[in-house]
């Protein structure tokens, strides 16, 4: 009797496991979703999961839910059709219903040269790449709509007739994507920095970020460092940094969970100097003095989205100083801020 019991637990939990991963949870919270099916007797529940993964995953970083038809009361915003061929899931043509553009798509995709999760990340990438292609229709007749004279007749223009360089296509297909509701993001990074005065400094900043669209963001924050113990032959010198810090970005590429950005920051804040002088001689930092810095740097940073919620970010910048303060003795720069300075960070973000 126990045995049966065992038996039978085990088959329940096996069942929800197998009904748990066919079944992965809707995203309500996102304002507009794309519905996905699968068609065909011969996809295997594990690879069909794993294919909804991938899917959802990329469009979670253009904040489209992925569902089930009809698993949302909003209508979807395009329907996509996976249908694998009768005993081969190797080939699947890919259908896409898109009424945003009154287009039904379809791309016949053969995957007979990878693995299970490769197969589930080439269906991730041709169904974004088939979304973008036609949902670039709306944004190369709204633009051509934009630049219109007032006083021409306003008829649609033909997409084909247009020449745009490769760049540009790529920008405007981003635009067409739905704009969502601009979402605020907290924002904690620890970072190093060097100067050209030879003096680092470590500490952190906490920052708010807000997203101006699909591919920009503003950051807006506080940070605090500390001027790392500098030993001279003269004295010891020591630094504290406080400043308010400004920063736009731009995502430069995306690839599945990992994205590339660049952009400017500029900053101001307090630097306070103290220390202590060698022998009798305290005209080196027998006092405490600070001043006001400012700086402008450029950016980039490496992005991992962990979620729908949290990120994780490796930053690098390089700068210079727009007004410095600096710890003189006898005509030699002992620390302080000015001239070049570089840095790097490890930023964790999440939506607020």
């Known amino acids: 009797m126990r045995r049966q019991l065992t038996l039978a637990t085990l088959l329940l939990v096996g069942l929800a496991w ?26 295997d529940p594990s690879e069909q999961a794993l294919t909804r993964e991938q899917i959802r995953a990329g469009f979670s970083l253009i904040r489209l839910a992925l569902c089930s038809p009809g698993e949302r009361a909003d209508s979807p915003l395009a329907t996509v059709v996976l249908r694998a ?70 008829r649609p223009p033909s997409p084909t007739k247009l020449a745009v360089p490769p760049p540009e296509v790529t920008a405007i297909v981003d635009r067409s994507l739905p704009t969502p509701p601009r979402r605020l993001a ?32 503003w950051t807006f924050g506080v940070s605090a460092q500390s001027g790392l113990a500098k030993r001279t032959s003269e004295g010891e010198l020591q630094s504290n940094l406080a400043a308010v810090t400004a920063a736009w970005q731009y995502r430069l590429l995306r690839a599945g969970r ?48 962990l979620s729908e919620r949290w990120s994780l970010a490796t930053e690098l910048w390089l700068g210079h100083s727009l007004l410095a303060e600096r710890a003189r003795y006898n005509g030699r720069t002992l620390g302080g801020t000015g001239g070049l300075f570089g840095g790097a960070g490890l930023a964790l973000q999440g939506a607020l």
């Open 186 to 217: 907290l924002r904690l990074s620890p970072n190093v920095e060097l100067h050209a005065t030879s003096q680092r400094y470590l500490g952190g900043a906490l920052g708010l970020v807000f997203d101006a669209g699909a591919s920009q963001r």
């Open 258 to 305: 990992w994205s590339l950005d660049g952009g400017v920051g500029v900053s101001g804040g307090l630097l306070t100097l103290a220390g202590s002088a060698n022998g009798s001689d305290q005209r080196l930092l027998g006092r405490e003095a600070s001043g006001l810095v400012a700086a402008g740097r450029g950016q980039t940073a490496v992005e991992l989205a």
């Open 85 to 154: 061929d009768e005993g081969d899931q190797t080939r699947v043509t890919l259908v896409l219903d898109d009424p945003l553009t009154s287009k039904r798509v379809e791309r016949n995709v053969e995957l007979s040269r990878y693995d299970s999760a490769g197969r589930a990340l080439v269906l991730s990438v041709v169904t974004e790449e088939l979304m973008r292609a036609s949902w670039a229709e709306l944004a190369l007749v709204r633009d051509q709509r934009d630049a219109q004279q007032p006083e021409q007749p306003q």
């Open 18 to 43: 197998s009904a748990g991963l066919t079944a992965a949870p809707c995203q309500p919270q996102l304002p507009h979703h794309i519905a996905l099916r699968f068609e065909g007797t011969s996809w």
